[in-house]
């Protein structure tokens, strides 16, 4: 069964730095899409970022390019998202996706294209 847990959300200022650990467990995760999304109270939930497990591949939303990195960690079988320069409107659960299907790249922003989800992690920041 697979199983993606994150972590590493809380309560920051304007302008700090959090990084976010989604573990993934269950299954091997070589040929996997990875992404991450977040929604903020009272609205869709939105595309932040997404990597090939290969790590070949990776995307950003434009709002969170140049602030936010993904990586991910073979060996420990995590994905990370690395925020800096956090703004209040990056305010949002953030969850992890998961996809062992090939995604099509103008599909990698549609939630729909992942199965697996975490139970995502709040992040909160003041201004």
């Known amino acids: 069964q697979v199983q993606l847990g994150e972590s590493g959300g809380g309560l920051v200022q304007a302008g700090d730095s959090l990084r976010l650990s989604c573990a993934a467990s269950?299954?091997?995760?070589?040929?996997?899409?990875m992404s991450w999304f977040r929604q903020a109270p009272g609205k869709e939930r939105e595309f932040v970022a997404s990597i090939t497990w290969s790590g070949g591949n990776i995307y950003y939303a434009d709002s969170v390019k140049g602030r936010f990195t993904i990586s991910r960690d073979s060996a420990k079988n995590t994905v990370y998202l690395q925020m800096n320069s956090l703004k209040p409107e990056d305010t949002a659960v953030y969850s992890c996706?998961?996809?062992?299907?090939?995604?099509?790249?103008?599909?990698?922003?549609?939630?729909?294209?992942?199965?697996?989800w975490g139970q995502g992690t709040q992040v909160t920041v003041s201004s």
């Open positions: 996706a998961a996809s062992f299907l090939p995604v099509p790249t103008s599909l990698i922003y549609r939630h729909f294209s992942y199965k697996y």
């Open positions: 269950g299954r091997s995760f070589s040929n996997s899409a």
